[in-house]
């Protein structure tokens, strides 16, 4: 089974909305944590935000907020008030496991793209 | 500045031809891994290392070979290239247990073998 699943290869929005990207992640460690990182086109992986298994609140940084949904074991992206440098690739990714032995692992990622 | 390098940002190489995509880190960070990344598979880990002298395999470890013999380095060596190992191809780092967010990738390495 996927440990990640992105559901959308790609997305077209129109600047100045609100976009939400799909997450679901599968794990049975108690102790886990969440990734958003964006990719665009020059290549290099910027962190966005990360949401800790034992949070009780939802992420916020900025502009973008995770939708942390821990039952249904969703961690949805959402963007709000889009422009167009948010055109880029998005991954979702999840650690678990201690520290000796964590692994890191991607989803296979949503292409956004901001239409003016 | 705290970086991640890796060296070079790209290569076309012919199969067959043994190469190392270096990576080097300046914060003093525990952990390293490398990963490839692949048009509709999403990032996959090929090796980490935990520390100075160890090293485990990820997802995808055939063809490939790691090595830390400095805390600051994290070599990836491909023996015999191959063109399945056309990709494109991302160290990153993070200091230790308690920083649980501080993951910081280089600018990745396009590997092209023909």
């Known amino acids: 089974a996927q440990k990640i699943t992105q559901t959308q290869p790609g997305m077209f929005v129109q600047e100045k909305e609100a976009v939400t990207l799909d997450c679901t992640y599968d794990?049975?460690?108690?102790?886990?944590?969440l990734f958003w990182y964006k990719q665009p086109s020059s290549g290099e992986m910027i962190f966005l935000i990360y949401q800790g298994s034992y949070d009780q609140q939802n992420a916020t940084e900025g502009r973008y907020s995770l939708n942390f949904q821990k039952a249904r074991k969703s961690a949805n992206l959402v963007i709000s008030a889009s422009q167009l440098g948010d055109s880029a690739m998005y991954f979702c990714a999840m650690r678990e496991g201690s520290f000796g032995n964590e692994k890191l692992t991607f989803g296979t990622g949503t292409r956004l793209t901001i239409i003016p | 500045e705290a970086q991640v390098t890796q060296n070079p940002r790209y290569l076309i190489t012919v199969t067959g031809k043994k190469l190392t995509v270096t990576c080097s880190q300046n914060?003093?960070?525990?952990?390293m891994s490398w990963y490839r990344q692949d048009p509709g598979l999403g990032l996959r880990q090929i090796y980490y290392s935990m520390n100075v002298e160890v090293t485990d395999k990820g997802d995808v470890p055939e063809g490939y070979k790691v090595s830390r013999k400095e805390k600051r380095n994290f070599p990836l060596i491909l023996e015999s290239p191959s063109p399945n190992q056309t990709s494109l191809y991302f160290c990153a780092s993070r200091p230790d247990e308690t920083d649980l967010v501080g993951y910081t990738f280089g600018s990745g390495t396009r590997l092209t073998v023909v």
């Open positions: 914060m003093n960070h525990e952990y």
């Open positions: 794990t049975s460690d108690p102790s886990y944590g």
